[in-house]
């Protein structure tokens, strides 16, 4: 049974940087893209962030892209979300999803593993 597991989110200011991680149980791990989707209050759940298994490839939503940065570490199951100059509108449950085999793009059908989501409230 394959379990995605969260954490590091929380409360910052505008400006302000978190880094988040998913934990994922189950195995093969490195043989998958993963991804982050966010979704704001009162809005539908929306890409963020990819990465391919081998790290060489990552994708960003434009709303994120110079701001965020994913990374994976294959020898800890996990893949990371690294958040700078936060500000309001990055306010959201931020998922990480697991994707089908052989997906690495953008939409969120492809994936077919999600953790519980962490929440991230940037105050201004």
């Known amino acids: 049974q394959v379990q995605l597991v969260e954490s590091g989110g929380g409360l910052v200011q505008a400006g302000g940087s978190l880094i988040l991680s998913c934990k994922v149980s189950g195995r093969p791990f490195s043989n998958y893209a993963m991804g982050w989707f966010r979704q704001a209050p009162g809005k539908e759940r929306a890409f963020v962030a990819t990465i391919s298994w081998i790290s060489s490839n990552t994708n960003y939503a434009d709303a994120v892209k110079g701001r965020f940065t994913i990374s994976r570490d294959n020898s800890k199951n996990t893949v990371y979300l690294q958040m700078t100059s936060l500000q309001p509108e990055d306010t959201a449950v931020y998922y990480c999803?697991?994707?089908?085999?052989?997906?690495?793009?953008?939409?969120?059908?492809?994936?077919?593993?999600w953790g519980q989501g962490t929440q991230v409230t940037v105050s201004s």
């Open positions: 999803a697991r994707a089908q085999s052989g997906y690495s793009g953008i939409a969120e059908r492809g994936y077919d593993r």
